[in-house]
């Protein structure tokens, strides 16, 4: 597999995906940029976000436990000086009307432990801890 990032001026540069999308990225205005498009480090914060919750609501639908609103906040703390890396990630899982608070428990536990890459690669550099919340 190979993925191919365009430069488009500036700071912006364009990514085109495997699976056949783009996304968009570029810069502050302090930075060179236009201030144009997500930052590359928020993208990260957004992989992680969607994996798990992608991974969570595949889960409850296997088990016929969905709630009737689900979320996901993410909490974080980057390192001051250069690489400024996540040192701290807090995922809230915030679930509304959750039929089954253990199978929610599990289904965020299965993503955590087992599943979610991003999450299994953002541990390796990152404090990543979690909690559940429920509406």
């Known amino acids: 597999m190979s993925l191919n990032i365009q430069w488009k001026g500036n700071m912006k540069f364009i990514a085109h995906t495997p699976s056949g999308h783009e996304v968009m990225m570029d810069s502050s205005v302090e930075s060179g940029g ?3 498009a997500a930052r ?4 990260l914060l957004v992989s ?3 994996c798990t919750a992608m991974d969570v609501i595949s889960i409850l639908k296997k088990m016929k436990a969905l709630p009737d609103d689900f979320h996901i ?3 974080y703390e980057r390192a001051p000086e250069h690489p400024k890396i996540y040192t701290k990630i807090l995922l809230k899982y915030i679930f509304k009307n959750a039929p089954s608070k253990a199978k929610a428990e599990k289904a965020v536990e299965l993503s955590q432990n087992k599943y979610c890459s991003v999450s ?3 541990k390796k550099a990152s404090n990543l801890t979690y909690e559940l919340v429920f509406d």
């Open 48 to 50: 992680l976000a969607g």
């Open 34 to 36: 236009n201030d144009t």
């Open 120 to 122: 299994a690669m953002l």
């Open 73 to 75: 906040e993410i909490e």
């Open 40 to 43: 590359p480090m928020e993208l």
